[in-house]
């Protein structure tokens, strides 16, 4: 079965670095997000991505944060000046249509912790 | 605007049945389930896009009441296998996805 595949699994990162968390998309796949989850918490939508530019974006995604797809499989989040309150777990998700009778494929994950 | 779950958690014996509930202040398109077990992805289990609509997965069915912009998800005969939590996430016309705060269910042996 088709799945989103996400790099690295975990990533540790000093305050004030700057991290690119990847996603692989499914390749038969149009439309593309970020979600992240605070530990123990609700799943929170970032951003979405379609026609190589931003659909949506939340109030979370501030000025810190920026996606791009770099070539025609890669999707990337880049977070510039991370925080101790980036660390959480960001989910990449894509769909085949936007409003899809499939819903969301979900990638297993990064865990970005920042220390 | 997040959408309401209720309980937010919920403890069974297996072979038991639960209703785990999500309401929302807008008029919805659809409405998503997906479940999460622990340190993993949420899963997509099913979508509901027509008021009245009803749809089934194994033992775990959810029903959709677009008049009340609610929606139920009833897991029968539960197994150890169902526990992890369990989100909505609902779609309005304006195309917003936002998902719900989780219900935490528990299935004991």
Redesign the interface.
Known sequence: EPEVTQTPSHQVTQMGQEVILRCVPISNHLYFYWYRQILGQKVEFLVSFYNNEISEKSEIFDDQFSVERPDGSNFTLKIRSTKLEDSAMYFCASTEVGNSDDGYTFGSGTRLTVV | Q?PVQSPQAVILREGEDAVINCSSSKAL??V?W?R?KHG????????L?KGGEQKGHEKISASFNEKKQQSSLYLTASQLSYSGTY?C?T?DYG????????TRLSVLP
């Open positions: 997040q398109y659809s998503h997906y999460q993993e992805a949420p899963v997509f289990l099913m979508i896009l989100f996430g779609e195309q917003n996805f936002v998902f719900g705060p989780g």
